[in-house]
Every structure is written in structure tokens, then in C-alpha cells.
């Protein structure tokens, strides 16, 4: 049997559709702003760039648009089997670090200026598209997540926790930002 699910109140929506054009605009002029000197800056807490870390922020928000129908499918089945999901993945959490660092590396040099914003501005239209599309019921379905993936990440969410897990992401490494605006 799925867990239960727990409705989405109309103003927790309009919050999640207020915080991504908070981002979009932030990131917005942070890209705009910042020179080369600034991209090439080292970050505060990271071992990436300025540069790096944009790409790493924008991705954050492809990875919820590939979490959402993950959350759909396994919120649907019983519980176990989310739960094993999430226990094979944290079983490669010292893979899944090292992909994710050379990733950011890596699209940093192929996703940044217009580019970088162009694609955060079209994966933040996709996910407003999709929260609008979203049942109450398919907003509180859950599954468990790989707690030593990331710091953000709880035991369980919801797909509402998703859709928020993109600003928590994005601002929490905004702070390790040094791009002087």
C-alpha cells in the first residue's frame, strides 16, 4: 500500500511559484553581473569556481525536474520500494560526489553567460508549468531519498519537498558565492 498523502494548501503553491522567480531573478543578475575574474574566483566552501557553482545552482533545478516523476511513480507503490531505491543509491554516494564535481566542472565550460541563464530561465518555466499541473493528491505523495547524496535531502518527501528542494539547493550555495555585484 503507498503511504498516504497530504494535500498541498493553494498558498504553499503560490510560495513554491514566488520562490522560483525569486531564483530566476537572482541568478538573472548574478549572471549578468559577474565578469571573468569573478567566474574564475574560487568559491567560499567548495572546491569549484564561481563559474562552476552558477552551473551547479541551474542544475540543481534539472535535478528536480528528473526527481518529480521518480516521486510520482514510487509515491504510487509501497513503501518498501522506495526505501531499498534510496538504500542502493546511498550505497554509491562516494561515485555519485566525484560525478557530480567533474559534472559542474564539465558544464561550467559548455553552460555559462546567456546560455546559463537561457537554461535556468526554461527549466523554471517547465517546473511553474508543471507545479500549476499538479494535483493535491500527486503533491503529497513521498518516497525515500539517499540521505548521504545531499544535505538537503530528508528520509522522506514529498513532491512538493521537491519542487522546494531547488530553492533550498540553489540558496544555500549562493552563500558560497564571491562574485562581487
Do not use: C, K
Not at 55 to 62: D, I, Q, R, S, T
Not at 118 to 147: C, K, N, V, W, Y
Amino acid at each position: 500500500m503507498a503511504p498516504p498523502t497530504a494535500p498541498l494548501a493553494s498558498t504553499e503553491r503560490q510560495r513554491i511559484h514566488a520562490d522560483l522567480d525569486r531564483v530566476r531573478a537572482d541568478f538573472r543578475d548574478l549572471v549578468a553581473g559577474a565578469g571573468p575574474d569573478d567566474l574564475r574566483r574560487s568559491t567560499r566552501g567548495t572546491r569549484w569556481t564561481n563559474g562552476q557553482l552558477l552551473w551547479h545552482m541551474a542544475f540543481g533545478f534539472l535535478i528536480v525536474r528528473r526527481l518529480l516523476p521518480l516521486v510520482r511513480m514510487f509515491g504510487r507503490l509501497p513503501d518498501g520500494f522506495s526505501r531499498a531505491f534510496a538504500a542502493m543509491l546511498d550505497a554509491a554516494t562516494g561515485p555519485f560526489h566525484n560525478v557530480n564535481f567533474l559534472g559542474s566542472v564539465g558544464g561550467a565550460l559548455v553552460f555559462r553567460g546567456p546560455r546559463l541563464t537561457r537554461q535556468l530561465d526554461h527549466t523554471i518555466s517547465r517546473l511553474h508549468r508543471r507545479l500549476d499541473a499538479e494535483s493535491a493528491e500527486a503533491l503529497g505523495r513521498r518516497m525515500h531519498f539517499p540521505l548521504g547524496w545531499d544535505p538537503f535531502f530528508r528520509d522522506t518527501m514529498t513532491l512538493a519537498d521537491v519542487y522546494a528542494y531547488g530553492m533550498q539547493h540553489y540558496d544555500f550555495h549562493r552563500r558560497q558565492l564571491t562574485i562581487e555585484l
